[in-house]
């Protein structure tokens, strides 16, 4: 029996990693859930799934869960104390990291130095301190288990061959609700239109970075510190189809490539139990009803939010901060109606061309940027 802590239970990754346990009772446990002010739903997964501890973000939250589950014997916590208690807790064997934001760097550090497993679906982290992350999970023996879809199935490709040999990674792109078109076609977009992912159904904020293609250059920023590969040799490949979920190329020129439906349950359940895999019900590739694979390449002019990207990781140090924490900004004011689309990656550009770079930033210093970015989107959408 395996025992997992899920932080970001309420959410898409959360939802979907409960999905998992629900059809692998007999080996998984949940022991811990963590969400932000879904209270409801809260409670309705520990009715269902009795974890020993349950943390809401705010006090308020937490508060009206411990009414509703007083019959309960859980523990309620809150905030970020609630938090490391969660990553920290000696029953859990590995920690799903879902929550969204930098928020998840501290509970990913404290779960890493209590030695648990990180069954890893948060970006920021990597994004924002994998010069932090990746070193201390080598020294403490911890395994970095990715959930993405994409570095999963990079993870996947890569399994038993030599690191040494690999040319490059090649990181599939669905290339959005937009792709194809014009930046003159952009300037009216609505959420609604960004919201409506052609493959995958994820949370509202990575649906917009997936329209964006800045949900992409995470990745990229991700991959670098997840597989210690130069930034040189990750190629983006737009993949209309979302059946290959990305590949690698060898030194020889093989390239293995990991394919299926557009469905989180399958990188989920193959970090839960990795190295073994088990049977997963649900579609599967019908390559007659496919019909074909096609591939393009990205256009960065039109979706800067990609060559933005890379410019922000080949700056290094926190610089990739300041790309991520503009881009978390610009999203909500743009999810609450308070900017126009194409101000998105506009706003991004301006932050980072503001920002002074501090080489090897602390976590103290990524969240003091963080915060300093914030204050700077809020001046120039007020002014």
Avoid at 98 to 123: E, H, S, W, Y
Wanted: glycine share 6%.
């Amino acid at each position: 029996m395996k025992n997992i802590a899920i932080l970001g239970s309420t959410g898409s990754i959360g939802t979907q990693t409960l999905d998992v346990v629900e059809n692998n009772q007999e080996e998984l446990k949940v022991v811990a859930l963590a969400a932000g002010t879904s209270v409801a739903k809260m409670e309705e997964q520990i009715r269902k799934y009795h974890p020993l501890i349950a943390g809401m973000w705010t006090q308020e939250a937490a508060k009206d869960l411990q009414e509703r589950v007083r019959d309960l014997s859980v523990k309620i916590v809150c905030g970020l104390e609630g938090l490391l208690e969660i990553a920290q807790m000696p029953q859990a064997d590995i920690v799903v990291t879902a929550i969204v934001g930098m928020i998840g760097i501290r509970p990913t550090i404290a779960a890493i130095k209590a030695g648990k497993d990180i069954a890893l679906a948060n970006k920021e982290t990597l994004v924002t301190a994998g010069h932090i992350i990746m070193p201390l999970a080598r020294e403490c023996g911890v395994s970095i288990l990715p959930v993405d879809s994409e570095h999963s199935a990079i993870f996947q490709s890569l399994n038993g061959e030599p690191k040494d040999k690999v040319s490059k990674i090649l990181l599939t792109a669905s290339g959005g609700p937009f792709r194809g078109r014009t930046r003159e076609q952009l300037k009216n977009i609505q959420v609604e239109d960004a919201l409506r992912h052609p493959n995958w159904a994820m949370g509202r904020k990575i649906t917009i970075d997936s329209s964006t293609l800045v949900n992409k250059g995470l990745e990229v920023m991700e991959a670098k510190w997840l597989f210690d590969v130069d930034l040189d040799r990750i190629q983006v490949v737009v993949h209309p189809q979302s059946v290959i979920h990305s590949m690698v190329e060898y030194v020889d020129g093989a390239i293995i490539a990991q394919l299926g439906t557009p469905d989180m349950r399958l990188p989920i359940q193959y970090a839960l139990f990795y190295p073994d895999r088990r049977t997963l019900l649900g579609k599967r590739v019908d390559f007659f009803e496919l019909g074909q694979l096609t591939f393009e390449k990205p256009d960065p002019e039109t979706f800067t939010g990609l060559k933005l990207a890379y410019q922000a990781a080949r700056a290094g140090g926190s610089m990739p901060t300041v790309f991520n924490a503009a881009n978390e900004k610009v999203v909500g004011l743009f999810l609450d109606r308070k900017l126009a689309y194409l101000q998105i990656p506009e706003l991004i550009q301006a932050a980072m061309e503001q920002h002074k770079v501090i080489q090897n930033p602390s976590v103290e210093e990524i969240l003091q940027t963080e915060a300093a970015v914030y204050e700077f989107i809020e001046r120039k959408v007020s002014l």
